[in-house]
């Protein structure tokens, strides 16, 4: 079940689509605003000119935005998931049980209700963590007793990693918890690969997430190799694919890379993922957090699938790294020494081949696919519902997932 889309049409019968409201349009439409215009846009507000840097209005148009919406900006889609899962009680549809997957949080709220109106087992699924997520912004003490109130009815909770996983072990002892990361679709990249870029090109493709991803050293990195003579800028080109955020050129022409940078903005994703394809290196910014080790970078996957050398630079020694070592699939530059070596012994080859060599594992790479996904929901489903047949029969279950 979703919300439904303007402009996508979802091919399943197996799909529900229900409406949605739009809540934050609707208050801008109360104050006589643009319900599409961003608020910055609408007054001519500055923006940050540096990554970690936050003005001040932003800060509370921000909590604005967070009282208006609490406990997210899609809680205007729960009374219409609500309305069509009481038709799928009153229609005896079988459901054997229910998973819902945040964000949005949202659908946990629809899922606590779900269990109730449908009476069946609930696994509440976390890509990223609800108030224990390091990386999200906004007071989220407020949420603690809304997400404790709301979990206390789930029969098992998943998450993306490990430490994360161990998180929410913590706060809910006793609980059913187990670790499923993300992957990728084998379909979406089935196509030929398409020819490697003649560049030196090194691709990033997603959000940076204002001050929470900072490509700032490897750009120093690159401004060094180029006055160094180790790199030629007439080859170089790091090319970024998505929104843009206000700091970016101000950092590029910190660093001198005008010559060498290429900003795209928003790009479809079949797009996206050929210029992953034809790239020589691929990029990935963690959280900038020391203490998050549990992230993996949801780009990371789509890299995997895209079958080119994988380049991450900055955050800290965590499951990311543990993934591109497992898979030989890039290197994990957490300090700039080893940034520094990565670069030069990549353009080195780039230079005497032609390209970048790539050593990915492929079985190991295919452990981070959507059927072994599948396969390990399918584990946890089974296990669940064995738990709650025994406790139907007033024993306690004994398999902990």
């Not at 809540?23 to 846009?41: C, M, N, P, S, V």
């Not at 970690?52 to 208006?68: C, D, Q, S, W």
Request: charged share 25%; with cysteine.
């Amino acid at each position: 079940m979703t919300p439904r889309r303007q402009g996508i049409r979802r091919q399943s019968e197996l799909v529900i689509e229900t409406e949605n409201r739009d809540l934050l349009a609707d208050w801008k439409a109360r104050l006589g605003l643009d319900r599409k215009r961003g608020i910055h846009e609408r007054f001519g507000l500055s923006v940050a000119q540096k990554p970690g840097e936050v003005n001040l209005h932003t800060r509370a148009l921000g909590f604005i935005k967070y009282l208006l919406t609490y406990p997210d900006p899609t809680k205007g889609w729960v009374p219409f998931a609500l309305e069509s899962i009481g038709e799928i009680r009153r229609q005896k549809q079988d459901i054997s049980a229910i998973v819902t997957s945040s964000p949005p949080i949202s659908c946990h709220l629809i899922g606590r209700r779900a269990k109730t109106i449908l009476g069946c087992p609930w696994i509440a699924d976390f890509r990223d963590l609800w108030t224990q997520n390091l990386g999200q912004s906004g007071p989220h003490f407020l949420q603690g007793g809304l997400e404790k109130r709301t979990l206390k009815h789930a029969d098992a909770l998943v998450a993306v990693s490990t430490p994360w996983a161990s998180r929410l072990e913590e706060r809910y002892p006793g609980k059913k918890i187990c670790a499923i990361p993300n992957g990728f679709d084998p379909d979406d990249y089935s196509s030929p690969s398409p020819p490697l870029t003649r560049d030196f090109t090194i691709t990033y493709t997603g959000q940076l997430y204002q001050d929470r991803r900072d490509p700032s050293a490897l750009f120093e990195v690159l401004r060094d190799l180029l006055k160094e003579g180790r790199m030629s800028a007439g080859d170089l080109r790091v090319r970024f694919y998505g929104r843009l955020e206000a700091w970016l050129p101000p950092l590029i022409k910190k660093y001198g890379l005008d010559a060498a940078a290429e900003l795209h903005g928003p790009t479809p994703r079949n797009e996206a993922m050929v210029h992953q394809r034809e790239s020589q290196l691929l990029l990935v910014l963690p959280w900038n957090d020391p203490r998050e080790t549990g992230h993996h970078s949801a780009k990371l996957f789509e890299y995997f699938a895209a079958a080119r050398p994988i380049l991450a630079v900055g955050g800290s020694r965590g499951v990311l790294t543990e993934a591109l070592e497992e898979t030989s699939a890039g290197v994990h530059a957490f300090n700039k020494p080893i940034l520094r070596e990565f670069l030069l012994r990549s353009y080195a080859e780039y230079k005497k081949d032609g390209c970048v060599g790539y050593a990915g594992k492929r079985q190991a790479i295919e452990r981070y696919s959507h059927p072994e996904m599948a396969r390990s929901f399918a584990q946890v489903l089974d296990s669940t519902m064995q738990g709650a047949e025994s406790e139907s029969r007033g024993s306690v279950p004994s398999t902990v997932v």
